[in-house]
T-cell receptor, first 113, second 111 residues
Framework: DAGVIQSPRHEVTEMGQEVTLRCKPISGHNSLFWYRQTMMRGLELLIYFNNNVPIDDSGMPEDRFSAKMPNASFSTLKIQPSEPRDSAVYFC???????????FGPGTRLTVL | KNQVEQSPQSLIILEGKNCTLQCNYTVSPFSNLRWYKQDTGRGPVSLTIMTFSENTKSNGRYTATLDADTKQSSLHITASQLSDSASYICVVSLNDYKLSFGAGTTVTVRA
């Protein structure tokens, strides 16, 4: 198995631009998670999907952030408009069931200038 | 206040030596405690998962211990190798999907 796949690996954009991060979970996993990692706050859960349905989006910082999971093999995290404080590493993780081990992707390093 | 506190923040050890990382948590009850290894520029990878009833769990040269009474866990690395240089994150599972992450301990192994 290829593991969790994320793209792009690096993204540099200017303030105000729209950013879309992509994730392909491990096949057969029904739970998908988006995390953000910064030096100041460590790893934070942004949103959790179960069977493609958003279950917990309480970690989404504000309305500029949105996430979708149109099918079991694809999810996006969108930031519009982006701000410099959104600069961080964004991880996608998946697990077979919500209680099982979460497997993390390689992350997308986002820099907003 | 973070529910999971790790110490030290960073440490440097010589190749071949042992080291122990500490984790104190305030979360109660919890379903399991996990230790993750995160190499620079990569996502965290699970090393061990322990339920509250387990006292120890090993994965090769990594041994995790758990004391549910004192709410402490430790990760012991035996005979360190250069490839052990990474950040080690203590994670407590709050419910079926929500995890509380420590800030991590950065380990540097020098030849």
């Amino acid at each position: 198995d290829a593991g969790v796949i994320q793209s792009p690996r690096h993204e540099v954009t200017e303030m105000g631009q729209e950013v879309t991060l992509r994730c392909k979970p491990i096949s057969g996993h029904n739970s998908l998670f988006w995390y953000r990692q910064t030096m100041m706050r460590g790893l934070e859960l942004l949103i959790y999907f179960n069977n493609n349905v958003p279950i917990d989006d309480s970690g989404m910082p504000e309305d500029r952030f949105s996430a979708k999971m149109p099918n079991a093999s694809f999810s996006t995290l969108k930031i519009q408009p982006s701000e410099p404080r959104d600069s961080a590493v964004y991880f996608c993780a998946s697990s077979r069931r919500s209680v099982d081990e979460q497997f993390f992707g390689p992350g997308t390093r986002l820099t907003v200038l | 206040k973070n529910q999971v506190e790790q110490s030290p923040q960073s440490l440097i050890i010589l190749e071949g030596k042992n080291c122990t990382l500490q984790c104190n948590y305030t979360v109660s009850p919890f379903s399991n405690l996990r230790w993750y290894k995160q190499d620079t520029g990569r996502g965290p990878v699970s090393l061990t998962i322990m339920t509250f009833s387990e006292n120890t769990k090993s994965n090769g040269r990594y041994t995790a211990t758990l004391d549910a009474d004192t709410k402490q866990s430790s990760l012991h690395i035996t005979a360190s190798q250069l490839s052990d240089s990474a950040s080690y994150i203590c994670v407590v599972s709050l419910n079926d999907y929500k995890l509380s992450f420590g800030a991590g301990t950065t380990v540097t192994v020098r030849a």
